[in-house]
């Protein structure tokens, strides 16, 4: 079982950046795929990158690919999201997840969930 809390959203205006956290307990967080999904009003939660035990794969969804990086440091239990080049359309509640297997992309894969953070990106 893992706790996850995510960290670092906030106001920003387009074309700015933020980075994410989501820092995880317990010993067994590096046996975990992790993901980032984001959830704007009034629409369906949608997948954003995932990324592998160790680092070496990620993917992306085609609205963030080139702008948002995923990474993560299992020395200090913690995945990432750096998003660059913001956008008004960025705007939402951005979650942290963990699965052990399953569709990357799709939420119902993932067992454990963070609270969320707030990102508002301004025109």
């Known amino acids: 079982q893992v706790q996850l809390v995510e960290s670092g959203g906030g106001l920003v205006q387009a074309g700015g950046s933020l980075r994410l956290s989501c820092a995880g307990s317990?010993?067994?967080?590096?046996?975990?795929?992790m993901g980032w999904f984001r959830q704007a009003p009034g629409k369906e939660r949608e997948f954003v990158a995932t990324i592998s035990w160790s680092g070496g794969s990620t993917s992306y969804a085609d609205s963030v690919k080139g702008r948002f990086t995923i990474s993560r440091d299992n020395a200090k239990n913690t995945v990432y999201l750096q998003m660059n080049s913001l956008k008004p359309d960025d705007t939402a509640v951005y979650s942290c997840a963990a699965r052990n297997s399953g569709l990357y992309s799709d939420y119902r894969s993932y067992d454990y969930w963070g609270q969320g953070t707030q990102v508002t990106v301004s025109s």
């Open positions: 317990g010993r067994t967080f590096s046996s975990y795929l």
